[in-house]
């Protein structure tokens, strides 16, 4: 059996406490790596690009480990749909129809797809711990009434509902890559929709400026 030890390569501190390997057997009795997904890579080091790119492509395994519950959130607030004009002395109710997209990204801004490699282990790692989907995307649609008085403009602004997941990949080979046979992304985070679709919508309103006025029929 090949002789192999523990070596850690810490890239920088974790944004999150101490970096931290999950202690398991096989982990101990092989040589591991470990690089931050938010840090500076030695350049030595694999880049957290050229790990994730072989997660499933050419690992003899990649495993996902989610590090607590997912941190649910409300996505900042923004305009939706057209803004609506009353040019008319008298107030108006004015439907508004909009739709939305929200879509996944993650801390080392990479392509992420769950049909295929890092993404997918995500993916099959997220609803195996906490039992629901992880969604790429979502669109949210709706009509939305808006009151103006005369000479005010109206608009719809939505505030979606977010989750963050961080953990760490273990990634396994079976042949050396620099100088490991086991290597730990840390610190991983990616962001997606929540799966409590719930969102914030808002009308408003404000006078028109004089050149809107102007513009008025």
């Given amino acids: 059996m090949r002789a192999r030890t523990i ?6 501190a974790s944004a999150f406490g101490a970096l931290v390997v999950p202690g398991t ?3 101990t009795a092989e040589s591991a ?3 931050n997904a938010r840090g500076v890579n030695a350049a030595e080091e694999p880049t957290v690009r ?3 790119e072989k997660c499933d492509n050419g690992t003899d395994s990649c495993v996902f480990h989610p590090a607590g519950e997912p941190e649910h959130f409300t996505a900042d607030t923004k305009q939706v749909g057209d803004p609506v004009y009353n ?4 107030d108006q109710r004015h439907s508004v129809s909009w739709s939305d997209t929200t879509s996944q990204s993650n801390s080392v801004g990479l392509s992420m797809t769950t049909e295929a490699g890092f993404g997918k282990v995500f993916a099959v790692s997220y609803e195996q711990t906490f039992q629901h989907t992880w969604e790429e995307s979502h669109t949210e649609s709706q009509t939305t009434f808006v009151d103006t008085g005369s000479h005010q403009v109206g608009w719809v602004e939505r505030a979606a509902q977010m989750q963050k997941v961080r953990g760490t990949y273990e990634l396994h080979f079976e042949d050396k890559f620099h ?7 840390n610190d991983f985070e990616a962001t997606g929709p ?11 309103s404000r006078d028109m400026t004089r050149e809107e006025v102007d513009a008025c029929p």
Avoid at 195 to 204: I, N
Wanted: hydrophobic share 40%.
């Fill in 50 to 52: 050229e790990l994730l």
């Fill in 25 to 27: 057997a096989h982990a």
């Fill in 87 to 90: 040019c008319t002395p008298d």
């Fill in 33 to 35: 790596g470990v690089v």
């Fill in 194 to 204: 929540a799966q409590d679709s719930s969102t914030a919508v808002s009308q408003h």
């Fill in 7 to 12: 070596r850690t390569l810490v890239a920088s």
């Fill in 179 to 185: 100088d490991h046979y086991i290597w730990y992304v």
